[in-house]
């Protein structure tokens, strides 16, 4: 059953409130795990190029007995390609991996600033829109600066902003400046990957137990209720079942304050990762 739960983004359209993530998901088995998430209920599936894992997805829509026009594929442009022409091209590449006819979603990964070509990258999709190629446009990683120099140059603002989000790094004030923007967070790796104990932080724990829910669960739920949009992992269909079983019950205000309290700032980034430092090249 396909989750009921959606968020409206700023270009009119819907997006469902929790998508599948498929970092390091790839092959056969990744196929397998696509088609599993779909068939427990997922309708938004979240790649990269630089996944190298696009091939996959594709065959996992095109086996699935869900109507490609109830799935939302999104994907994200690689550093190697914020030259304008070459965003251009590396969107049609990335279609004809997929083998699709256009993506319903699609990010600049990183802004690299660094290289300082990402307005051309996000006037590449501003027109890869307009041509028919992507129905909804976003970012990834943006910071304030980087949000402003895009919607000043182009005067078409995100409609997303994927960004690092978990209890030990919430982000908060990021997720205020989109929402100031009007622009909807997603969270990448809201569970800290498996490089912190976020998991098994007893707070978390404490917090869960108290309304009958996982950790897991509980970190979604934090999430939602902020007005912010998760983008999970999980190859078990327990997982991923469990995953969308989140929408019965609402965090009390002193949960949520509790669980922003785990905050530790930038030590608290899964990998060290700041948008104005990272490097992504490839």
């Given at each position: ?184 967070s997603e969270?990448?790796s809201p ?12 707070t978390i ?78």
């Amino acid at each position: 059953m396909e989750q009921l739960e959606k968020f409206r983004l700023n270009d009119g359209s819907t997006i469902p409130a929790v998508g599948l993530g498929t970092v390091n998901v790839q092959g056969a088995k990744g196929v397998n795990s696509v088609l599993s998430a779909l068939e427990n209920g997922y309708r938004l599936i979240d790649t990269s190029t630089n996944y190298m894992n696009e091939g996959m997805v594709g065959e996992a829509i095109r086996r699935s007995n869900v109507p490609r026009e109830e799935i939302m594929v999104s994907s994200k442009l690689p550093g190697a390609a914020h030259d304008y022409d070459k965003a251009i091209t590396m969107i049609q590449e990335s279609l004809y991996r997929l083998g699709l006819d256009y993506f319903d979603k699609y990010l600049i990964h990183w802004p690299l600033p660094k290289q300082d070509k990402y307005d051309q990258a996000w006037q590449a999709l501003v027109d890869a829109q307009k041509f028919g190629l992507i129905k909804t446009i976003g970012v990834s990683n943006f910071l304030e600066e980087h949000l402003n120099k895009i919607i000043d140059k182009t005067g078409v603002t995100p409609a997303t902003n994927q960004i690092e989000r978990h209890p030990y790094f919430n982000n908060n004030e990021l997720v205020e400046t989109n929402k100031k923007l009007g622009i909807l967070s997603e969270a990448w790796s809201p569970f800290g990957r498996e490089i912190n104990d976020v998991i098994e932080h007893q707070t978390i724990i404490d917090i869960g137990q108290k309304y009958g829910k996982s950790p897991t669960q509980t970190i979604l739920r934090w999430n939602i209720q902020n007005g912010v949009m998760p983008i999970v992992k999980s190859s078990s269909s327990e997982h991923q079942r469990a995953n969308l079983n989140i929408f019965d019950f609402s965090l009390d205000e002193e949960d949520i304050k509790a669980i922003d309290a785990l905050d530790q700032g930038e030590p608290g980034r899964v990998e060290g990762q700041h948008p104005n430092e990272y490097e992504e090249y490839s």
